[in-house]
Nanobody, 125 residues
Framework: QVQLAESGGGLVQAGGSLRLSCAASGGTFGSYEMGWFRQAPGKEREFLAAISRSGGNTYYADSVKGRFTISRDNAKNTVYLQMNSLKPEDTAVYYC??????????????????WGQGTQVTVSS
């Protein structure tokens, strides 16, 4: 089974940038569509972005469109989330996940099978 490990989170001032990484091991990374989610305390896990197997197609939630960019490097078994113009409301634990291969849906938590442990992002005002 594939294992995922997020990194790159931390404390950043509003308006700043961070790049998150998600490293995969134990599977064939290039065979998976990938997604990024986040979860703030007391809130549901929220879809942020998804990317196709080759990286040719990307999809974004309206809340992050224009600020966040998802990308991948299959040779490095890694997916990235570049986050710019960060706001305090972006504060959350950020997760990457492998998408289930049976359907075209990609915005729900149950559309994904394997999850990393998460990395904390805190944006100060």
């Amino acid at each position: 089974q594939v294992q995922l490990a997020e990194s790159g989170g931390g404390l950043v001032q509003a308006g700043g940038s961070l790049r998150l990484s998600c490293a995969a091991s134990g599977g064939t990374f290039g065979s998976y569509e990938m997604g990024w989610f986040r979860q703030a305390p007391g809130k549901e896990r929220e879809f942020l972005a998804a990317i196709s197997r080759s990286g040719g197609n990307t999809y974004y939630a309206d809340s992050v469109k224009g600020r966040f960019t998802i990308s991948r490097d299959n040779a490095k078994n890694t997916v990235y989330l570049q986050m710019n113009s960060l706001k305090p409301e972006d504060t959350a634990v950020y997760y990457c996940a492998t998408k289930r291969g049976l359907s075209l849906a990609f915005r729900a938590r149950d559309d994904y099978a394997n999850w990393g442990q998460g990395t904390q992002v805190t944006v100060s005002s």
